[in-house]
């Protein structure tokens, strides 16, 4: 799945380099001969400006038609030789007569653009004045295209990969689901008759001591059946006290831990802390987290639990002093199907993460680790 979806980023990606290099380019040739082609009109311009100064009808109906045509779009400014304006042509008559530095603002950005057009003076050949020109609308708006065209590519992208990122995350939810309700379901049925098989054993004389740690363990493994159950629905939040749900779940690890690891949990003082949560699957989060704490340490060492109590939210650490996550694990450790162990299936974090950030709206990440130091996994939830 994930792989599909680097896949499509990968295609779309070079898709939209291709579209955008291949309009860029296009836009960039374009625009340099429409450059050339409004430098031509200038230079006509001109030319058919000296034209008006003959008084033979033919030539002057032809400058008239010469300046009346190519002068139209290209804003322009005529100068004498020392830059005093003579005049001016397609410029915002509005802002001209309003803002007095504007047509000299004008100028100046004239100048940076292109090279100036040399006019004599048909009626003094010594003068030599100056035609300065900007960029048409025409022009503008190539130059201006590419980085119209890369924001539509971009938004284009930008929902495909969502739309994408949605279908995946919906399927990924139904599988799980999926296959939350149907472990339930398959454990569901011969729990039943492991119960009353129990039931029956308590009548049995010489059993008195066997049939109660049975029970446990039948019961264990309800609660098993119940949170995959409540992993295929939608679970309920209740506003619990997590110190309680804490200790339970230490002390269940505790019993069934070497002596040569060490459990701690530190509340800061703190003698209840609430937090909004379903019991059956938080306490599934930290019996995970305290197994692989466990797992990590090999044997012997160190595992704490330090709660803290904030404003707006619950901060619960898990800490060993095992032998920690290497760096370029670190970003793996939730994602399905990744372990580090010779056997297990490498969704225990997984479903972990899923259960505290999409049931309980919180966060579960990797605090910090450290190879052969140890590893502190967070989970934030709100109040």
């Known amino acids: 799945m994930f792989n599909t979806l680097l896949n499509w980023r990968s295609v779309l990606a070079l898709v939209a380099i291709v579209i955008v290099t291949g309009t860029v380019f296009y836009s960039n040739h374009l625009a340099k001969k429409i450059a050339v082609e409004e430098k031509i009109k200038i230079e006509q311009w001109v030319e058919a400006s000296r034209e008006v100064a003959n008084l033979t009808d033919t030539s002057l109906n032809l400058a008239i038609r010469v300046l009346t045509e190519n002068s139209k779009d290209i804003p322009m400014i005529l100068v004498y030789e020392n830059d005093s304006i003579i005049d001016h042509r397609n410029l915002d008559s509005i802002k001209v007569a309003g803002e007095k530095n504007y047509l000299v603002d004008k100028l100046a950005e004239f100048k940076k653009l292109n090279a100036p057009i040399e006019w004599i003076n048909p009626y003094d050949s010594l003068q030599t004045n100056r035609v300065f020109y900007g960029e ?118 505790k019993r069934r831990s070497p002596e040569s690891v060490h459990f701690k949990i530190n509340t800061y003082g703190e003698k209840e802390i609430k937090a909004m949560i379903n019991g059956p699957l938080f306490d599934w989060v930290i019996e995970n987290l305290l197994k692989n704490g466990l797992d990590a340490l090999e044997g012997k060492g160190n595992i704490s639990i330090s709660i803290k109590n904030e404003t707006t939210q619950v901060i619960v650490d898990v800490t060993d002093t095992g032998k920690g996550i290497s760096k370029k694990n670190i970003s793996k450790v939730f994602k399905p199907g990744f372990t580090t162990k010779k056997r297990g299936w490498g969704l225990g974090l997984t479903l972990c993460k899923r259960i505290i950030e999409q049931y309980h709206k919180g966060e579960l990440f990797v605090k910090q680790s450290e190879p052969d130091k140890g590893t502190t996994f967070r989970i934030v939830l709100r109040k």
């Open 136 to 253: 048409s609308e025409l022009l503008k708006q190539v130059r201006y295209y590419p980085i119209v065209q890369l924001f539509i590519v971009a938004l284009f992208i930008i929902i495909t990969l969502i739309a994408i990122s949605t279908r995946n995350k919906s399927t990924q939810n139904q599988v799980w689901a999926g296959m939350a309700k149907e472990t339930a379901h398959q454990l569901g049925t011969p729990l039943t008759s492991l119960q009353g098989w129990v039931e029956m054993l308590k009548e049995t004389p010489g059993l008195e001591k066997m049939v109660p740690e049975m029970s446990k363990d039948v019961e264990r493994l309800k609660l098993v059946s119940d949170r995959f159950g409540k992993i295929g629905s939608t679970p309920q939040l209740e506003l619990m006290d997590i110190l309680v749900q804490v200790e339970h779940m230490v002390g269940y690890i």
